[in-house]
């Protein structure tokens, strides 16, 4: 199994520019979320999504967006980049169950607005 | 809201030294305790969960972590650490029941010197 998939790995951006982060998972989980990691601030959560159709915003939603229109996929978009949003981006996810949220999370994404 | 703070954001330790990581959260409810573990250059990955029953929790290669309900903390532990227990450590809580947002803590590095 893949589990989850991120792409692209590394990407460098000017300010205003546009992108999507692709993330997809092929474990048929739920539930998938978007981090994003700085450091000395550990994980912070952007959206998530409990099933194709819903998502909802977490923490710092701000100057992003996502779409879940299959299970397997979660695309964030990024609409008019600012160096604010220079981090590292983690999808993830799971299935809920009684023994509480384990999470499966992507290799990354190291995105730099300059 | 939930919250998780931990108290060594950098602990650096030579090898065979005993390792306790402090983590303690904060929600009214009933909660599921984890730590993850990120390994340079890899993802995050669970290194183990609460979720009830005993409250000393095993995890892989050697942790352990323990659940006090009355100090609301969850430290982990490891006897003896080695040169490949160098990572950052992640402590996460989510609330029981319903959709399960796991918040996380922001981290602690550890460096194991040869």
């Known amino acids: 199994n893949a589990g989850v998939t991120q792409t692209p790995k590394f990407r460098i951006l000017k300010i205003g520019q546009s992108m999507t982060l692709q993330c997809t998972q092929d474990?048929?989980?739920?539930?998938m979320y978007w981090y994003r990691q700085d450091p000395g601030m550990g994980l912070k959560l952007i959206y998530y999504s409990v099933g194709a159709g819903i998502t909802d915003k977490g923490e710092v939603p701000n100057g992003y967006n996502v779409s879940r229109s299959t299970t397997e996929d979660f695309p964030l978009r990024l609409e008019l980049a600012a160096p604010s949003q220079t981090s590292v981006y983690f999808c993830a996810s799971s299935i809920p169950g009684l023994g509480g949220e384990k999470l499966f999370f992507g290799s990354g994404t190291q995105l730099s607005v300059l | 809201a939930q919250s998780v703070s931990q108290h060594n954001h950098h602990v650096i330790l030579s090898e065979a030294a005993s390792l306790e990581l402090g983590c303690n959260y904060s929600?009214?409810?009933?909660?599921?305790l984890f730590w993850y573990v990120q390994y340079p250059g890899q993802h995050l990955q669970l290194l183990l969960k609460?979720?009830?029953?005993?409250?000393l929790v095993k995890g892989i290669k050697g942790f352990e972590a323990e659940f006090i309900k009355s100090k609301f903390s969850f430290n982990l532990r490891k006897p003896s650490v080695q040169w490949s227990d160098t990572a950052e450590y992640f402590c996460a809580v989510s609330s029981s029941g319903g959709y399960q947002k796991v918040t996380f803590g922001i981290g602690t590095k550890l460096q194991v010197i040869p």
């Open positions: 474990m048929n989980h739920n539930y």
């Open positions: 929600y009214g409810g009933t909660v599921n």
């Open positions: 609460y979720f009830s029953g005993d409250p």
